[in-house]
């Protein structure tokens, strides 16, 4: 059970760091080329990098507590 959960948050970091990088990048082409060298598109690509980091980070530790169902028809 250790080990899983080391391999979730070694994931889980590796994740959030590339999207949030990723979005960084974005938002760093688009202030360059398109928004004359504003701040926010930086920002903005950062923090929905982050968000969507910490989205899969959730769900990837609340999957054990998900039940998944399967029905079973009996002829």
């Given at each position: 059970?250790?080990?899983e959960h080391g391999r979730k948050w070694?994931?889980?970091?590796?994740?959030?760091?590339?999207?949030?990088?990723?979005?960084?990048?974005?938002?760093?082409?688009?202030?360059?080329?398109?928004?004359?060298?504003?701040?926010?598109?930086?920002?903005?690509?950062?923090?929905?990098?982050l968000g969507m980091g910490y989205a899969?980070?959730?769900h990837d530790f609340r999957s054990p507590?998900?039940?998944?169902?399967?029905?079973?028809?009996?002829?």
């Amino acid at each position: 059970m250790a080990d899983e959960h080391g391999r979730k948050w070694d994931r889980c970091l590796a994740d959030t760091a590339v999207k949030t990088v990723t979005g960084l990048a974005v938002g760093v082409v688009f202030s360059v080329l398109l928004f004359k060298r504003r701040t926010w598109p930086v920002s903005l690509g950062s923090g929905l990098g982050l968000g969507m980091g910490y989205a899969n980070c959730q769900h990837d530790f609340r999957s054990p507590y998900l039940v998944h169902g399967r029905m079973v028809k009996d002829q």
